[in-house]
């Protein structure tokens, strides 16, 4: 039986983790790797339970070590190349859903990284039509293989939001989770986050926080159709400096949500 090997993976990163999260993690890791659950690991799976263990002790998360994980219920794949995507995000697809169930809309993700947001909308809103972009060609690949992965068309595109933006016939929704992790906020977050997940899309500095908000922002007003929506994710820290950005860009119907943690997560705002 398996039993042994979830007591070894238990043993092994004892210290590591808390006994709650190895549980999950052992459960996950036989789920993974074991081709027979009725049998003893053969040595081939051993050898891999043992890589998988090594990995762990040093920090990788293991979304990163498996290559996959969950969002709003569905399969994504990730890797070092994008965010591991958080349940805030879950939070900021669940209220754009509860706002937007009109047919047909045009719907555009700005920084799109493992496809979590545009996939999933465009699962749940299957008459909308999605665009994604990203400054990172691997972060495409990854995101293309996720709308793949999970059966919905996406319409990804390599783009800068920093650069200059032409007229757009017209979006219903702009959507993103850019960059706001400020560089002197580094000495709070944990180890594995800094030693793994891809700093681009995480830091902005500290003179400049709201740089991507207002550049999406400036850009929106260009290409939202009249009483188009934006949403945000934001640092919990940052949504009223946010919200009074959109405020002064002419935005209406200006909304500041938390998370479930009770942290000021979410803005939307319209146009």
Not at 229 to 236: A, G, S, T, V
Request: charged share 25%; hydrophobic share 40%.
């Amino acid at each position: 039986m398996q039993q042994h090997s979830v007591r070894h993976i238990l043993q092994q990163l004892d210290g590591f983790y808390t006994r709650t999260e190895i549980s999950v993690i052992a459960g996950l890791v036989l789920d993974e790797i074991c081709s027979n659950k009725n049998t003893y690991l053969s040595g081939s799976e051993l050898r891999k339970v043992e890589d998988i263990v090594r990995r762990l002790k040093n920090g990788e998360p293991i979304q990163y070590v498996l290559g996959k994980t969950e969002f709003y219920g569905m399969p994504f794949e990730v890797t070092p190349d994008v965010l591991i995507p958080r349940p805030e995000t879950e939070e900021l697809v669940e209220w754009i859903l509860s706002e937007n169930r009109q047919e047909g809309c045009s719907v555009l993700d700005i920084g799109t990284g493992s496809g979590c947001i545009a996939v999933t909308l465009a699962k749940k809103m299957t008459s909308a039509d999605l665009h994604a972009w990203d400054i990172s060609e691997e972060a495409l690949r990854v995101a293309s293989g996720n709308a793949c992965l999970n059966g919905v068309s996406v319409r990804f595109s390599l783009r800068d939001i920093l650069q200059p933006v032409e007229e757009y016939p017209g979006f219903d929704i702009i959507v993103s989770n850019p960059p706001y992790v400020t560089e002197s906020e580094k000495k709070d977050m944990e180890m594995n986050v800094l030693d793994f997940e891809p700093h681009i899309a995480l830091f902005v500095p500290d003179h400049d926080a709201l740089l991507f908000y207002d550049r999406i922002a400036g850009a929106a007003l260009k290409m939202l159709r009249c009483k188009g929506k934006i949403y945000f994710e934001i640092n919990r820290g940052k949504g009223l400096e946010v919200c009074s950005m959109l405020h002064d860009k002419g935005f209406v119907n200006i909304e500041l949500r938390k998370d479930i943690s009770g942290n000021d997560r979410m803005v939307r705002a319209v146009k």
